[in-house]
């Protein structure tokens, strides 16, 4: 899985890469996926066989590690309706597959999970579950437990209703669907649900903590990371933005977006909920990993899952209870005070708070937040959890947001641009038992790829200029960097290969959000084009263009 | 007497010379719809320019100031730009660049509100009235200077930081564009 394991660690075990030799890392093999948006998979390595996803039209290859220059042993082509794209908030990208037993699952743009044999490339199964004319994509990389495919759609910017399902694993059938607006039968709360915070409890919030009906349109939707833990039974799921952006149409804490659920891997049923930012302003949406480790926390030994979250903080929380131990801020804010922890509520800044009619600037962090999905990865070696986030601030203007289904539900403009120091991305190695950061790397656009850390103490990343990074997991020093064909937005992976090497693979091809300047060619004058991304990204056109290509590194 | 007839045909010489621009004041319905019968190549056999049959009805919205300013409102009533942002592009390209993946005629672009685009443009007939289609797309060209600037919207509201549409500099539009790959074809 992109994650490399249930807990969601992107840690692995290789040692054979080190400080010392990374300098000596070589191209090992590439391959074009054929497609010029941006690349957010992950390669994923089973056995002898790499698999790599495009984005839409979501082709996944296999290549044969075990021959060399490691050809195409199959290519398998879901052909998703290419409508999907208008509905796409974010250029037309997606996370990766995943594996289990013998089969490779992925979600296509157009809302089908689909069942890939994993020797063949013969489908074994498809399931349409999302909704393009209601605005529902699907982008995220399905988890795989206790034989289900749990999958979450996408489109909290169309006002479409987020949900989260398990399908049964050999047939693709719907075992239990949780959305995550509206009445407790269907958001899957019942006798079960213990959360930790006053807030949280109560009959039906995710109806009475909306104007009337508005949970029909609310968002909340599931696009990003799942972690599970097995001796739990449980798991854990972020909910995206409620809509529409402008939040004077939604008074009330807008439950349950913009949190994170815990539920039973079986029935579905939540087990706690936490919400990051109530009554969302920014759309922060809550999806971003969670990281599951058991460390002490003063003296005692606790299970937590640690959230890098958009709002801008380091969450820890008590995973079994869903308990907030720690937040602290990893930048530069000027939107909310804190976390109350006797509470768990965010504390906003009501002078902050953005109008219609008024333009409120200087809002840090902006929309995509101070960091958006792209996956940290954490190594017990270091105790440090290795962050690729973004430096942005935003101006924001509120308007009267008309909802017609399929089409954006926003109320809202935006103009995003560099925060405090003028670069827009930074890498950091933040000390979870210390709360705070031990040393970062300041890039000039926002890291927007995913890293990996190993055993060997090196860390990997990508930038949107198309370099891709070797860091010291203790220094961050940098040690060795590649410039591929594009932009890096990927997710890298490691694997020891058949030839008994270790291997350094990554997808260069800008995109994504930041990224679709360049991937979907926007005119860059308009500084509210890609939901006012554009104003921060006018130059990423000047350094970097399009591509889809795989990148395998080597010691020689 | 010369002096007065004089007058009087002053008078009715600077009120011929007033024009007004007119307009429907009642638009047709819904159900009604012009037949634009555009092409959206150059190319067609043996011959010069494909054939085109228009209904004229272009003639009643291009640079007609009141219309170009009823297609700037319609275009964030209708959620336009959400995905077009205002004309920088997004969800959908970009409209105040050169580039017509579907054509730069305003019946190309009323033919790509009405009948959607397979990348992602939604159809809106039967969603949006004839008129309104219109009124939008006479706009959608003043987005890229291409309405004359005395009848283009002279003010922005949004936090647009381009000029406004009558002092946008003309960019007409490029012959056939491209079409942005967005992926393989299927196999």
Not at chain 1, 278 to 291: A, C, K, S
Not at chain 1, 305 to 334: Q, W
Not at chain 1, 431 to 443: F, P, Y
Not at chain 1, 484 to 497: C, D, H, L, V
Request: net charge neutral; with cysteine.
């Amino acid at each position: 899985m992109p994650a490399k394991n249930f807990a969601s660690t992107r840690y692995s075990e290789l040692t054979e890469i080190t400080p010392e030799n990374v300098k000596n890392l070589r191209v090992a093999f590439t391959f074009s996926v054929g497609v010029n948006r941006g690349q957010e998979s992950s390669p994923l390595v089973v056995g002898s066989t790499m698999y790599v996803l495009s984005p839409y039209p979501n082709i996944l290859y296999a290549l044969d590690l075990a021959k060399p220059g490691a050809p195409l042993k199959w290519q398998y082509n879901p052909k998703p309706e290419a409508a999907a794209q208008g509905v796409a908030c974010c250029d037309v990208v997606n996370r990766g597959p995943t594996y289990a037993d013998g089969h490779l699952f992925f979600n296509t743009l157009d809302g089908t999970v689909v069942s890939v044999d994993a020797a063949t490339g013969q489908e074994a199964w498809k399931s349409k579950v999302g909704n393009i004319n209601v605005g529902e994509t699907m982008t995220m990389a399905p988890l795989v437990a206790r034989g289900k495919v749990f999958v979450g759609n996408a489109g909290g910017e169309m006002g479409v209703r987020g949900w989260f399902q398990a399908l049964d694993q050999q047939s693709g059938k719907v075992v239990w669907k949780a959305f995550n607006t509206g009445p407790d039968k269907d958001v899957l709360i019942g006798s079960d649900f213990k959360p930790f915070y006053d807030s949280d409890k109560g009959q039906d919030l995710g109806v009475k903590s909306w104007p009337p009906n508005a949970w029909e349109q609310g968002g909340g939707t599931v696009w990003g990371w799942l972690s599970y833990d097995p001796d739990l039974n449980l798991v854990y799921h972020g909910t995206g933005n409620p809509g529409p952006w402008n939040a004077d149409q939604r008074p009330g804490d807008n439950k349950w977006t913009s949190g994170i659920f815990a539920r039973d891997a079986d029935t579905g049923q939540a087990r706690w909920f936490y919400q990051w930012s109530p009554h969302d302003l920014y759309d922060w949406d809550g999806i971003n990993e969670q990281v599951l480790l058991d460390m002490t926390w003063n003296g005692q030994p606790r299970k937590v899952l640690v959230r890098p979250e958009r709002n801008g903080y380091v969450y820890i929380l008590d995973r079994t209870s869903g308990e907030v131990l720690s937040a602290k801020p990893f930048h530069p804010i000027t939107t909310t005070r804190g976390v109350d922890l006797k509470t768990g509520r965010l504390q906003y800044i009501p002078e902050k708070k953005p109008h219609v009619g008024k333009v409120m600037r200087d809002i840090c962090p902006n929309a995509s937040g101070a960091k958006d999905w792209s996956p940290s990865a954490y190594s017990p070696r270091t105790g440090f959890l290795y962050l690729p986030h973004a430096n942005l601030c935003m101006d924001v203007e509120h308007m009267e947001a008309n909802y017609i289904a399929g089409t954006p539900y926003l109320g809202s403009e935006t103009r995003m641009r560099a925060g405090p120091g003028g670069h827009r991305g930074v890498y950091t190695a933040w000390d979870v038992a210390g709360e705070r950061a031990a040393w970062s790397i300041k890039e000039a656009f926002p890291v927007w790829s995913g890293t990996l850390v190993t055993a060997g103490d090196v860390t990997f990343y990508g930038t949107m200029d198309g370099w891709f990074k070797a860091v010291h997991a203790r220094t961050g020093e940098i040690l060795w960097q590649f410039k591929t064909g594009s932009g890096i937005i990927g997710q890298p992976t490691t694997y020891r290969g058949p030839d008994g090497r270790q291997h350094v693979a990554i997808l260069s091809g800008v995109g994504g959000w930041p990224g679709v300047v360049v991937s979907a060619d926007l005119d860059p004058r308009d500084g509210t084009g890609a939901l006012g991304f554009l104003n921060a990204m006018r130059d990423l056109k000047d350094v970097t263009t399009k591509g889809g290509m795989l990148y395998d590194f080597a010691l020689p | 007497m010369t002096r007065r007839i004089f007058r009087l045909a002053l008078a009715v010489l600077a009120l011929s010379a007033c024009q007004r621009e007119d307009r429907t004041a009642r638009p047709s319905p819904v159900g009604l719809e012009s037949r634009e019968e555009v092409a959206l190549v150059v190319l067609s056999p043996g011959e010069s320019q494909p054939t085109v049959r228009t209904s004229g009805k272009a003639k009643e919205f291009e640079g007609n100031a009141y219309h170009l300013s009823q297609g700037k409102k319609l275009f964030t009533w209708f959620n336009c730009s959400g995905c077009h942002a205002q004309g920088g592009g997004g969800m959908g390209p970009a409209l105040i660049d050169d580039r017509w993946i579907y054509g730069g005629s305003i019946e190309n672009i009323v033919q790509t509100i009405r009948e959607g685009r397979p990348n992602g443009m939604p159809s809106f007939r039967g969603r949006i009235p004839d008129d309104q289609i219109w009124e939008l797309a006479a706009y959608v060209r003043a987005m890229s200077g291409n309405a004359p600037s005395s009848a283009a919207p002279s003010r922005s509201d949004s936090m647009h930081p381009h000029p406004a549409e009558n002092r946008t500099s003309p960019s007409p539009p490029v012959s056939g564009g491209i079409v942005p790959p967005s992926g393989q074809m299927p196999q």
